[in-house]
């Protein structure tokens, strides 16, 4: 008798544990196009696309490693050492989800209850007509076995000076192109470089070939808009030359690109003007100088902002973004402040330098660095072939420079002078306060991604996302704005991604909206209902 109810019981406890597994509709889904698929999809930078079920199944084993490793999705700074706007970090639950999906057998669950496939735009994202659209002329790659980082100095064509409120590349081979850096030159050096190749462009690997080059921005595959809070500005001098750096991936051999970098203007009254500088450089700041890394060495650098001895001396600043940058033995590199107090605040950590995988980080909100500030960064390098990025093989002493076989110890700070309550000005809303930000990724803070089937029969599903549980109600509005039907009143909507099914029989054929209200937002949709 006791085994006669055994067998039940494992049963019914088998069926239980099959039906906690989570499906790629509705859990899985919602994690690969939030953090996956603005590369991995049709045209995109990555190798194959996860923008459906097959794909996911196809590639399942490899989404389970690559995320357990954290080797997906790229993001090279510690978020335990400090917090950078628009990160693209798997959550340890989204982690667990994947894992119980893959070890789960990979169901797929109910079709229709996945979310809309993201759709990636091909001529930009930030709303409005550039101000300044500058193209690199048809390029094709000649990547074939290593990487080739081209660049192209193209006239600016401004007569007078500018200041850019957002900056974003667009590129013209999605495929191809694996980060863009851009730079402002007015030494004329860059086009002269250009001029002694017969292609366009001329092949540099750690800068432009100008000392005087002055940075704008980076941009890579996933990336938000370089984007400054209103108000603020980067100038870009008259007459000066842009210098686009293009980063094409070994295996691209024979594809063209024509990537454009898109250029908006903020109005030059009442501004304030932000600079992107390499206040630490392997150079003066560098306190165990010379930056030299000798073969088959590991060796730590340490720099300082201000050289010790020497007065800061420029006043309050605030920072809003920064950029460490070395070249392929770079081991692993951070940046901080030792406060006048003497407390440390954190600026960003890398673990594990990845030159490829290079960045350009905006902080959530701008952060207040106090005159006498001591800036500081550490660098580790590793000069022995236990570094697989090592350029040669055997190890071969290493100095300063721009070659390939050069290194670099730099990091640039975006930073502007500061004024009283700059602490507030937020640049990532979905970092600093969990809300919605203009330029997000495919789902952050709170969204109404789709009403399905339109037009509808009988039922219909609602597809939202909420970055945090909170309370809301569904309701149907018809042209005279008057609420038809309530379909959900006053009840808890889960953090996450959520599909609501709901009846719209017996209402009688036409033009509704949707309109989801929480404490946060109020969102909308319109519904054409067919009997």
């Given at each position: 008798?006791k085994?006669?109810?055994?067998?039940?019981?494992?049963?019914?406890?088998g069926a239980?544990a099959?039906?906690q597994?989570?499906d790629?509709s509705t859990?899985?889904?919602p994690?690969?196009f939030?953090?996956?698929?603005?590369?991995h999809?049709d045209?995109g930078?990555?190798?194959?696309?996860?923008?459906?079920?097959l794909?996911?199944?196809?590639?399942?084993?490899?989404?389970?490693?690559?995320?357990?490793s954290?080797?997906?999705?790229p993001w090279?700074p510690?978020?335990?050492?400090?917090?950078l706007?628009h990160e693209?970090i798997?959550?340890?639950?989204?982690?667990?989800?994947?894992?119980?999906?893959?070890?789960g057998?990979t169901?797929?669950?109910?079709?229709s209850?996945a979310?809309?496939?993201?759709?990636?735009?091909?001529?930009?994202v930030?709303p409005?007509t550039?101000?300044l659209?500058?193209?690199?002329?048809?390029y094709t790659?000649?990547?074939?076995t290593?990487?080739?980082?081209?660049c192209?100095?193209?006239?600016?064509?401004l007569l007078?000076d500018k200041y850019i409120?957002?900056?974003e590349a667009?590129p013209?081979n999605?495929?191809?192109?694996?980060?863009?850096?851009?730079?402002?030159?007015?030494t004329?050096?860059?086009?002269?470089l250009?001029?002694?190749?017969p292609?366009p462009?001329?092949?540099n690997f750690?800068?432009?070939?100008?000392?005087?080059?002055e940075?704008?921005?980076?941009?890579v595959?996933?990336?938000?808009?370089?984007t400054?809070?209103?108000?603020y500005g980067?100038?870009l001098r008259?007459?000066?030359?842009l210098?686009?750096?293009?980063?094409?991936p070994?295996?691209t051999?024979?594809?063209?690109?024509?990537t454009e970098?898109?250029?908006?203007f903020?109005?030059?009254?009442?501004?304030?003007?932000?600079f992107?500088?390499?206040?630490?450089?392997h150079?003066t700041?560098?306190?165990?100088?010379?930056?030299?890394?000798?073969?088959?060495t590991?060796k730590?650098?340490t720099?300082?902002?201000?050289?010790a001895g020497?007065?800061?001396g420029i006043?309050d600043?605030s920072l809003?973004g920064?950029?460490?940058?070395?070249?392929l033995i770079?081991?692993s590199?951070?940046?901080?402040?030792?406060?006048?107090?003497?407390?440390t605040?954190?600026?960003?950590?890398?673990?594990?330098?990845?030159?490829?995988?290079?960045?350009?980080?905006?902080?959530?909100?701008?952060?207040?660095i106090p005159?006498?500030?001591?800036?500081?960064?550490?660098?580790?390098?590793?000069?022995?072939?236990?570094n697989p990025?090592?350029?040669s093989?055997?190890?071969?002493?290493?100095?300063?420079?721009?070659a390939?076989?050069n290194?670099m110890?730099?990091?640039?700070?975006?930073?502007t002078a500061?004024?009283?309550?700059?602490?507030?000005?937020i640049v990532?809303?979905?970092?600093?306060?969990?809300?919605?930000?203009?330029?997000?990724?495919y789902?952050?803070?709170?969204?109404l991604?789709?009403v399905?089937?339109?037009?509808?029969?009988?039922?219909?599903?609602?597809k939202?996302?909420?970055?945090?549980?909170?309370?809301?109600?569904?309701d149907?509005?018809?042209?005279?704005?008057?609420?038809?039907?309530?379909?959900?009143?006053?009840?808890?909507?889960?953090?996450?991604y959520?599909?609501?099914?709901?009846?719209?029989t017996?209402?009688?054929?036409?033009?509704?909206?949707?309109?989801l209200?929480?404490?946060?937002?109020?969102?909308?949709?319109?519904?054409?209902?067919?009997?």
């Amino acid at each position: 008798m006791k085994k006669l109810l055994l067998l039940p019981l494992l049963a019914l406890l088998g069926a239980t544990a099959h039906a906690q597994t989570p499906d790629w509709s509705t859990k899985v889904a919602p994690i690969l196009f939030n953090h996956c698929t603005s590369c991995h999809h049709d045209g995109g930078i990555a190798p194959f696309s996860l923008t459906t079920y097959l794909d996911a199944v196809h590639y399942a084993a490899s989404i389970k490693a690559d995320v357990n490793s954290k080797k997906m999705p790229p993001w090279p700074p510690d978020a335990t050492f400090s917090h950078l706007a628009h990160e693209r970090i798997l959550s340890a639950a989204d982690i667990n989800t994947i894992n119980r999906w893959v070890d789960g057998g990979t169901p797929q669950g109910t079709p229709s209850l996945a979310p809309p496939v993201p759709v990636y735009s091909t001529t930009g994202v930030i709303p409005g007509t550039p101000d300044l659209v500058v193209r690199i002329p048809t390029y094709t790659s000649t990547a074939s076995t290593g990487d080739v980082y081209q660049c192209f100095a193209i006239p600016s064509g401004l007569l007078t000076d500018k200041y850019i409120r957002a900056f974003e590349a667009v590129p013209g081979n999605p495929s191809i192109v694996h980060h863009v850096l851009v730079y402002s030159d007015t030494t004329g050096i860059c086009p002269h470089l250009d001029s002694l190749t017969p292609e366009p462009g001329y092949p540099n690997f750690g800068g432009t070939g100008s000392n005087n080059s002055e940075m704008v921005g980076i941009w890579v595959p996933g990336s938000d808009p370089m984007t400054y809070p209103n108000g603020y500005g980067l100038r870009l001098r008259a007459h000066c030359d842009l210098v686009i750096q293009m980063h094409y991936p070994a295996g691209t051999a024979g594809l063209k690109d024509s990537t454009e970098i898109h250029f908006y203007f903020a109005p030059s009254t009442g501004l304030r003007q932000v600079f992107i500088q390499p206040l630490l450089y392997h150079e003066t700041p560098i306190i165990n100088a010379p930056l030299a890394i000798p073969a088959n060495t590991v060796k730590t650098f340490t720099e300082q902002f201000p050289p010790a001895g020497l007065p800061f001396g420029i006043g309050d600043q605030s920072l809003l973004g920064i950029f460490p940058h070395m070249h392929l033995i770079g081991k692993s590199i951070k940046s901080y402040g030792i406060l006048p107090s003497g407390d440390t605040d954190r600026y960003i950590r890398i673990n594990k330098w990845d030159f490829h995988w290079q960045g350009f980080y905006m902080l959530p909100r701008l952060k207040k660095i106090p005159n006498l500030t001591s800036l500081r960064a550490e660098a580790v390098y590793d000069n022995t072939t236990a570094n697989p990025e090592n350029p040669s093989n055997p190890p071969q002493d290493v100095v300063a420079g721009e070659a390939t076989t050069n290194e670099m110890m730099i990091v640039f700070f975006l930073y502007t002078a500061y004024a009283p309550g700059d602490e507030n000005v937020i640049v990532d809303s979905a970092v600093a306060l969990s809300t919605a930000s203009q330029y997000a990724n495919y789902y952050r803070g709170q969204q109404l991604l789709d009403v399905c089937p339109n037009p509808a029969v009988s039922d219909i599903i609602i597809k939202c996302y909420l970055e945090d549980q909170d309370q809301g109600s569904i309701d149907l509005i018809d042209v005279q704005g008057r609420v038809v039907k309530q379909l959900m009143t006053n009840a808890t909507i889960g953090s996450g991604y959520n599909a609501f099914t709901f009846p719209v029989t017996g209402l009688a054929p036409g033009t509704y909206t949707v309109v989801l209200k929480t404490s946060q937002r109020v969102l909308s949709q319109k519904l054409v209902v067919v009997h």
